[in-house]
């Protein structure tokens, strides 16, 4: 029997920790916290970071243009620990969810969130933030596009290699 729980990704890697979860889908960006539980399967997907900022920001090229803004990211996004080590002192947010980042921006508290391009474009149209745009990508080279992999319970090997194949049969 499948059963789906829902919930921010921070309480997933508690769930997964605790063996009360046994797969994990959709994750782009491998958390330093998951490393000792979980093994990885091959990338599935791959999409871009976007930059959603309000209408009329400067446009964003490099990380550097992100000194001296509010970003708001996704909490145990690795990109936090990027931008600490590139810029330094560095304004960040962190937030459960995408919608959430978006309505900081919307609003006022953050002036730009790493978002994926299509999750960004679904909750921009969905909630109306029609004051957000697209404001720029981060370089490849600085921050490589979301690739998604599951992630397996480390003792459940046999899943993740059941997992792998049928991706690969797909």
């Known amino acids: ?7 921010s990704l921070p309480e997933h890697i508690k769930h997964i920790k605790n063996k009360n979860i046994d797969l994990m889908h959709g994750l782009a960006q491998m958390p330093a916290t998951l490393q000792n539980a979980v093994n990885y399967s091959p990338v599935y997907k791959t999409t871009l970071n976007a930059l959603i900022g ?3 920001a400067e446009h964003i090229t490099s990380l550097d243009d992100l000194q001296n803004l509010t970003i708001a990211l996704l909490k145990e996004d690795s990109f936090a620990h990027q931008l600490e080590q590139k810029i330094g002192d560095i304004d960040i947010l962190f937030f459960d969810n995408s919608q ?3 309505k900081a921006v919307a609003f006022g508290r953050a002036d730009v969130a790493k978002v994926e ?3 960004a474009s679904h909750l921009i149209r969905q909630l109306f933030l029609t004051n957000l745009t697209f ?3 981060i370089p490849e080279q600085e921050a490589p596009s979301l690739q998604y992999r599951l992630a397996v319970r480390k003792d459940w090997p046999e899943l993740l ?3 792998t ?3 690969s049969a797909i």
């Open 100 to 102: 959430a980042m978006l």
């Open 54 to 56: 309000r209408t009329g």
């Open 135 to 137: 404001i720029g990508q």
């Open 165 to 167: 194949k049928a991706m």
């Open 161 to 163: 290699s059941l997992l």
């Open 117 to 119: 391009l299509p999750v």
């Open 1 to 7: 029997e499948i059963e789906f729980i829902n919930g």
